[in-house]
């Protein structure tokens, strides 16, 4: 049963007291609500406020406004004039995951994020959900926050930590809980994972061992030009997975990388922008022995076995990751691949603008690579 709280005039103990228009400020299921009677009939108004010392305060001040209203004659029986104004975008009336939900739709919608991208953001929602349960989004406070970054500590690493964390921060900012009040504000500066080890490139030698490997293996040799041209060009994984044979220049000098592949949905490239990429002769001799000769524009250049397009999480588990394991290489994602040739572009002489101008790279983070 919930505990009822009298007003700064006392307990409404009787019917005689309350159809004076006396107002009583209540806990019901953890968050406050006003009850009186008005013309013999009783009333109820929710503050939209969890129970808390300070929000008791707002709720006896709008309880005054009430009764002052109820004595002078000027009470609004439809109650619209003491309800709690409704934000534009959104309210902290919700459960935590819940509001998180409603982040992650909304940057969905705003920013056109795909399956792919939405990983850290799932991950994040099922944390929330397994941690704060029931827990409602206005009545987390710092300490909760500590508490929830501890939980996470023992899930995942602390770079992801901050990651999460940032995401929850940002969704608290939207929904209307700026810094420095935000919550979340405090334990973010707390997080200081350790600096992260730069991707090492492949050796010549690595590659070499590689290619030969996936052209040996009668398991994945299917993937053997596929890894040809990621290490050749440099070109981001689902960009080289979405290449259409439209895309290819008739000479095979150039590749026109516009689109990209994320867990089946085609899209555009990460920056947004398209280029045109310079081919090497070993890499148009590649593209000119694999083309079909009934071949039609708009079909894959590098298909998986069953005609689709190479999905990125599959072909790691699989073949990238077990011809590594057996050739004793230490492990790196086949994005590696991207800064191995950029490493090696830029060892031997390309300058960080026209490697820039080739991968589709921040020219500004290659000239700090070339430069340190």
Known sequence: MSRVFASNIGSLTSKSSAEQGFVSIENHQGRLRLRFRYEGKRQALAIGLPDSAVNRIVARQKASQIELDIASGNFDPTLKKYKPAKSAKKAFTDRVAGLFQKFMDAQSEAKGLEAGSLCRYNAVLKHLEKFFEYKEADAVDESDARAFVKYLRTKVSERSVKNYVILVQSCWIWAGKPLPDNPWHGVLKQIKPAPKQKVKPFTAEEIQRILEEFRGDRHYQHYTDFVTFLFGTGCRFGEVAALQWKHIADDYSTVWIGESVSRGVRKSTKTGKARTVMLTGKVAELLVGRKPKECKPNDLVFPA??????????????????????????????????????????????????????????????????SG
């Open 305 to 370: 076995p069953q005609g689709e397009e190479i999905n990125d999480r599959g072909f790691r588990r699989r073949a990238w990751k077990k011809v590594l394991e057996k050739l004793g290489i230490e492990y790196r994602k086949p994005y590696a691949t991207r800064h191995t040739a950029i490493s090696h572009a830029l060892a031997n002489g390309a300058t960080p603008l026209a490697v820039a101008e080739q991968t589709g790279h921040d020219p500004q983070i290659l000239f700090n690579v070339s």
